[in-house]
């Protein structure tokens, strides 16, 4: 579970830090090609990781029980949805390379505005798979919960007692 929030949090992290837009809420007039090949970069990374964190997981015994199976499902989406992210942030560098190059005010707009759709993608695709991999994680924790308060029942109330003599016991 403590992997599964550490992934959270690391895409999270990404989602808020990785912008496109300078502080007055404008795409940069040369926006930096390294920087957002870098974004596609690390979130490949991000995405290996959740893979590998649902490949674990589907290998673990929880697998077979029913809270482990809706566990699997969330890191299921939490995959698909991260795989889609580094080509967004791909696609929003290639533009970045194009659009200083671009003479026309009508190619650059459209430019600028497809930089923006496909870095915002990319960024809702991170938070979504971090929200796929908080509802996994809260699932198993409620799960573990549970088997926890049943195992400190089960210790609560002990072996069962023998069963009392029978009256009259055997009389020869």
Same mark, same amino acid.
């Given at each position: 579970?403590?992997?599964?929030? #550490?992934?959270? =949090?690391?895409?999270?992290?990404?989602?808020?830090?990785?912008?496109?837009?300078? $502080?007055?809420?404008?795409?940069?007039?040369?926006?930096? &090609?390294?920087?957002? /090949?870098?974004?596609?970069?690390?979130?490949?990374?991000?995405?290996?990781?959740? /893979?590998?964190?649902?490949?674990?997981?589907?290998?673990?015994?929880?697998?077979?029980?029913?809270?482990?199976?809706?566990? /699997?499902?969330?890191? !299921?989406?939490?995959?698909?949805?991260?795989?889609?992210?580094?080509?967004?942030? %791909?696609? %929003?560098? $290639?533009?970045?390379?194009?659009?200083?190059?671009?003479?026309?005010?009508?190619?650059?707009? &459209?430019?600028?505005?497809?930089?923006?759709?496909?870095? #915002?993608?990319?960024?809702?695709?991170?938070?979504?798979?971090?929200?796929?991999?908080?509802? !996994?994680?809260?699932?198993?924790? =409620?799960?573990? !919960?549970?088997?926890?308060? /049943?195992?400190?029942? %089960?210790?609560?109330?002990? +072996? +069962?007692?023998?069963?009392? +003599?029978? +009256?009259?016991?055997?009389?020869?």
């Amino acid at each position: 579970m403590g992997a599964l929030n #550490a992934m959270k =949090d690391k895409l999270l992290n990404a989602a808020r830090q990785w912008e496109l837009l300078d $502080e007055n809420g404008h795409v940069p007039d040369t926006p930096s &090609y390294t920087a957002l /090949l870098q974004h596609a970069a690390d979130a490949q990374d991000l995405s290996r990781d959740v /893979l590998r964190l649902t490949a674990d997981f589907a290998r673990s015994p929880h697998d077979t029980t029913r809270a482990g199976s809706t566990v /699997l499902k969330h890191l !299921g989406t939490a995959a698909t949805m991260s795989s889609h992210a580094a080509p967004h942030f %791909t696609e %929003t560098a $290639e533009c970045a390379l194009t659009l200083p190059r671009s003479a026309d005010p009508t190619d650059r707009h &459209y430019l600028a505005n497809r930089m923006v759709i496909d870095h #915002a993608s990319a960024r809702a695709f991170l938070w979504r798979t971090s929200e796929s991999l908080r509802d !996994g994680a809260k699932e198993l924790d =409620d799960h573990l !919960g549970f088997q926890r308060f /049943l195992a400190t029942l %089960t210790r609560q109330e002990g +072996p +069962p007692a023998p069963p009392p +003599p029978r +009256p009259g016991g055997r009389h020869r």
